[in-house]
Each structure stands twice: as C-alpha cells, then as structure tokens.
C-alpha cells in the first residue's frame, strides 16, 4: 500500500463499500438487527435498488474528489454538488436520490445565486452528518501537499460550509481529518484516536462552552470501552462520528468494522461509509472484500475519479 493511486483507492473504495453496504436497511432500527443482522452485501430493502447501489454519501465524495484533481477551487466543488443535483453527475443510475434536508436547501441557495461561502445552514438543528460523510478527499490533499494547520481549518469549514455551516459540523470534520490524516501516515487506530484526544484543546478553540460539551464522549469518556447501547446512530453529525470511531476502535478487520457500523442501525449507509473510509486507508485496499467490490455498480466511475485525483497529486 505505498504508491498514490493504491491509498486513493482503499479510502474512497472503502466509503462507497460502507455506503452500498447499509443502503439495504437505512432507517432499520437496532433491535432489527438483533433478529437479522446484516453479514454480507444484500441489495433491496429500503430504496428497492440492486445490491451494490451507492448513495449520495459516495456521489458527493466523489464529486470533492473529482474537484481536488484540478486544485482547490471552492465553486468547483459546490459545482460539482448542483451538478450532481441536478443532472445525476456522479450517481450510479443517474439522479440523485437520499438528499439530507440541510444539502438540498444550501444546494437550491446555490442555485439562487448564493455563494458557496454562504450557502449553508449554521443553525444548531441542522447539524447531520452530510458534510462528514464527504469530507475523506481533503485528507489526501492534505497528506500529499503537507498542509499547515491554518490552510487545514480555513478548507474544511469552507467545504463543510457549502451545506453544513455550524461549529459542530465543521469540527466534526476537523476531527475526522485528523484522524485520518494519522492513519495515512501508518500510525495505528488506538494512537491516532489518543492524537486526536490529545490535540482537544485546538478543537476547542473553534466552539463555545457548550458547543464543546458535545465532544465529551470523544475527548473525555474513554469511547472505546462504551457498551454498544451508549452508542447512538442517529444522522447526527455527533453521534455518527462516536459510532464510526467506536466501531473503528474495536473491531480488527476493515470486514469487522463495517459489519459492526451496519448492525447498528439507523443510518447505516453513512456511519459504515465514514467508519469504511478510514478502515480502508488503514486495513489496505486488499482488504476490503473482493466479492463487495466486484458487487459495487458504476466500478469504474469510482476508478476513474480516484485515478483524476493520484495524478495530481
């Protein structure tokens, strides 16, 4: 796993996995799972599409993905977002389709003429997990173009930003980047999670006092060792990052962690898409499961992408 293309790949290979994955049963219920847990890539269920069908957590990956192979732009990218929107850019059957409420009012803002620095909802309800579950691409220019702090902070909450404009959506972000960022660079999962809970304090430069609170469990709680009924997985921007960390630090195969982020329940394809992004950087593009992969729909509009995005690099 050294070369550009084979890291590009186990990251934005391991959201779409996650996201085909929990597609089927988005929405289920915890106490579903019980009775019949999610083991393997069924299709169906909730949207009625075939197994290995992909959601706008993917599309709107990919359409930052895409984006960043030409540089940082940030109107490309909420382009390529009305794009999507609009014309099914980057969707594997050609339109778009499970549009959290936050993206589909900041998109129609675009639409009318708004700029994308001002496009966002900033309200403390509108914090889902939409622009967490795209933001894996700017790990990769990060890594590869050895970016400084203040560059780091000021693109993440200009990109969060085009949808999801609050402290808890942009740190959300952050932390996850972070993390990530950790992980491209070989360390382990407990260590670049114990970096990130080190590093509490700059997070916690960007959110008032009780913004901060809602990070606890992350900075202060010993997370890991939560039993899974403390873990919530809600659309929440929060509890989708607690539940993407906790699977990740405990499970010991990209296989395990996705299973685990699914089995939860609610919103399945979006948890195992944050979750599988990161287990894939870290587990290897190998790991991820042959008969998944080959399963996914439009290979090789996600190939493509990925390879855009290696060669500007």
Avoid at 56 to 76: N, P, Q, R
């Amino acid at each position: 796993m050294n070369t550009k293309l084979e890291l590009i790949k186990s990251g934005i290979w391991g959201v779409c996995v996650g996201d085909a994955l929990g597609l089927p049963v988005q929405f289920k219920l915890r106490n579903y799972f019980k009775r019949a847990p999610v083991s393997d890539m069924i299709g169906y269920g909730t949207f009625n599409l075939p197994p290995g069908s992909w959601s706008d957590d993917t599309s709107m990956t990919l359409c930052i993905a895409e984006s960043l192979s030409k540089g940082y732009k940030l109107d490309d990218i909420a382009n390529n977002f009305i794009k999507w929107f609009q014309k099914g850019y980057l969707t594997p059957y050609g339109t778009a389709y499970d549009i959290g409420g936050s993206t589909n009012t900041s998109i129609r803002r675009l639409l009318s003429g708004t700029s994308p620095l001002n496009s966002g909802d900033a309200n403390i309800e509108t914090n889902g997990n939409g622009s967490l579950m795209r933001t894996l691409p700017l790990a990769y220019y990060f890594h590869f173009n050895n970016s400084d702090e203040t560059t780091k902070y000021r693109m993440l909450k200009e990109v969060s930003a085009i949808t999801h404009a609050h402290p808890l959506s942009v740190i959300s972000c952050y932390i996850y980047i972070d993390f990530a960022l950790q992980i491209l660079q070989g360390t382990s999962i407990k260590n670049s999670f114990q970096k990130i809970v080190a590093d509490k304090n700059k997070y916690h430069t960007y959110l008032n006092q009780t913004e901060q609170g809602y990070f606890q469990n992350i900075f202060d709680n010993d997370l890991k060792n939560f039993a899974e009924p403390q873990i919530k997985s809600s659309g929440f921007v929060i509890d989708s990052l607690e539940a993407s960390f906790w699977c990740l630090l405990n499970s010991s195969t990209y296989k395990e962690t996705l299973i685990k982020a699914v089995n939860l329940g609610e919103d399945t394809d979006t948890i195992a898409a944050i979750a599988g992004g990161v287990a894939g950087i870290h587990y290897g593009y190998d790991a991820i499961p042959i008969d998944w992969i080959n399963a996914i729909v439009k290979a090789s509009d996600i190939d493509n992408v990925c390879e855009l995005l290696a060669k500007s690099f």
